[in-house]
Nanobody
Framework: QVQLGESGGGSVQAGGSLRLSCAAS????????MAWFRQAPGKEREFVAA????????YYADSVKGRFTISRDNAKNTVSLQMNSLKPEDTAVYYC????????????????????WGQGTQVTVSS
């Protein structure tokens, strides 16, 4: 049974940091690229960051570039999102997602290409 479980969300003041983690099970983690998406109240889900199956390629939304870092540990089947210099507009439910990847460096920001999704973890940034 495929499972993605996010953790690490919480409340923080603007300028603070949080580290989200996503534990994967039930599939061959090393052939999947991984990504983080987020959805704020009343808004559509948006892409945050993606990482290739080898970890050799990453891609970020402009809104988080330079502040967030995505990484993965293929030995532990986990993907993480280090979030620094948080802003109130980063407030959202954050989801991790997985996508079968044909290429070692292949990644995509398109949600429809991701097969499995976690339940999400809430991040709240106060001003």
């Amino acid at each position: 049974q495929v499972q993605l479980g996010e953790s690490g969300g919480g409340s923080v003041q603007a300028g603070g940091s949080l580290r989200l983690s996503c534990a994967a099970s039930g599939f061959t983690f090393t052939i999947y690229s991984m990504a983080w998406f987020r959805q704020a109240p009343g808004k559509e889900r948006e892409f945050v960051a993606a990482i290739s199956r080898t970890g050799g390629n990453t891609y970020y939304a402009d809104s988080v570039k330079g502040r967030f870092t995505i990484s993965r540990d293929n030995a532990k089947n986990t993907v993480s999102l280090q979030m620094n210099s948080l802003k109130p507009e980063d407030t959202a439910v954050y989801y991790c997602a997985s996508r079968v990847s044909l290429g070692a460096l292949s990644i995509t920001p398109h949600a429809y290409e991701y097969l499995h999704w976690g339940q999400g973890t809430q991040v709240t940034v106060s001003s």
